[in-house]
């Protein structure tokens, strides 16, 4: 089966480099390659002066799988492969799954993870969340979609687009559930310790079960996007080298350049990471705010232009950058983001992008000019 196209990159495609203010970004503000050098330790500055333009190994340097194998208890660098976070969902999918697999997904969410199991002919489940429980995911949802040759669960928390994150009891039962009736658990944790609410970071699925691997990068938490940097953390040694065997034929091996960069965050994770965590707080304060100027001032300008009053009603994310608010009072949110970026140059990610419904917008709550780009939508508006 052909892959159909990524609704979501397709747009970001055709408006993120055109439109002059994003408002969905689901990166935090990205690091100036001077202040990140500046942050090296005098063991990584030797290694970027020195630095040969050669290719690399293709599991990854062996310092950084080093390093990135320190964030999990129990794991070592054997345990690391390093590739393009996109790349890495592709590897797993199409090494892992067989046609005729059973896969239950969280949804709605990033497209490969479940469209790669659909291209791949598989049988799929969606995992959809409680919007009126705070889009609670539940253990007990998850239970109805196991059947008795479930192969993979994916999970993603915290959850893009909603920024849901489970109680830690939850969802360690969540991961036991699935493990227990023999599927394996795909984690896409590419916004973890970016966790809103203090004291909600969960423990990484593959510190839990032998059965579960974990997906990390540098591109959301650490807001380094370009450096392409991620990894699978797996205690399967079968799994990385089938995905290791597949990279051959992809990119074989990463940059050079961006190795030693990721180390250098790394290195300094607390501080980039500590950060962000402040910037999308003190965003989502803001955000709040303009919920209740809207509903307050909005109404009657709103309604002579759609014929019903404007609400703003947003769930507060408790982790990640992003958050999923509905817009109900503008109509379809595809056809009023399509006339706020070409009105108003402001990129917002309608929720139909996401195959959920027309009424949700995704806003990203990562960027430093958010409260420039805030301003100028309640101004649209």
């Known amino acids: 089966m052909p892959l159909q196209p990524f609704t979501l990159e397709r747009y ?71 590739a393009a976070p996109e790349e890495i969902i592709y590897l797993f999918m199409n090494t892992f799954l067989e046609p005729g697999d059973h896969v239950v997904s969280t949804f709605p ?49 915290p959850h893009n687009p909603t920024g849901y994150v489970p109680p830690a009891k939850e969802y360690e039962k969540m991961v036991r559930m699935a493990t227990d009736r023999g599927a394996l658990v795909f984690s896409d ?71 030693i960069l990721a180390m250098i965050a790394l290195e300094n994770r607390v501080r980039i990471i500590t950060g962000h965590i402040e910037r999308v707080r003190k965003n989502l304060a803001l955000l709040q705010d ?23 009603e947003l769930i507060p994310p408790v982790g990640g950058s992003v958050c999923f608010p509905r817009l109900p009072g503008v109509g379809s949110t595809f056809d009023f983001c399509e006339r706020l970026v070409n009105e108003a140059s402001i990129m917002l990610l309608p929720s139909k992008l996401f195959e959920w419904d027309d009424t949700h917008v995704r806003i990203g709550l990562g960027r430093e000019n958010f409260p420039e780009v805030l301003e100028r939508f309640v101004r649209y508006l």
């Not at 990894?231 to 080298?241: F, M, N, S």
């Open 12 to 82: 970001f495609a055709k408006h993120e480099f055109s439109a002059r203010y994003l408002l969905s970004s689901s990166d935090c503000e990205p690091l100036p390659m001077t202040d990140l050098l500046a942050m090296a330790s005098d063991g990584t500055a030797a290694l970027w002066h020195d630095l040969t333009l050669a290719y690399t190994e293709s599991a990854g340097h062996p310092l950084l799988r080093e390093m990135i194998a320190s964030i999990y208890r129990g794991l070592n660098a054997e345990d690391i492969l390093t």
């Open 290 to 312: 303009f919920g209740k100027r809207l509903l307050v001032t909005s109404p009657q300008d709103l309604s002579q232009v759609t014929g019903q009053p404007a609400v703003f």
């Open 189 to 259: 944790e590419m916004y973890r310790f970016l966790e809103i609410v203090p004291g909600t970071t969960l423990p990484a699925a593959c510190e839990l079960s032998d059965r579960a691997v974990s997906l990390f990068g540098l591109s959301k938490s650490f807001g380094l996007p370009g450096l392409r940097t991620g990894w699978l953390a797996c205690r399967d040694g079968d799994i990385l080298r089938n995905m290791q065997e597949l990279k051959d034929y992809t990119t074989i091996c990463g940059s050079a350049p961006s190795e």
């Open 109 to 157: 969410g990033y497209q490969s993870l479940y469209e790669l199991a659909r291209a791949r002919s598989c049988r799929l489940s969606f995992w959809k969340p409680r919007e009126e429980e705070g889009w609670a995911f539940t253990a007990a949802d998850l239970e109805a979609l196991l059947e008795q040759d479930t192969k993979l669960v994916v999970m993603n928390f």
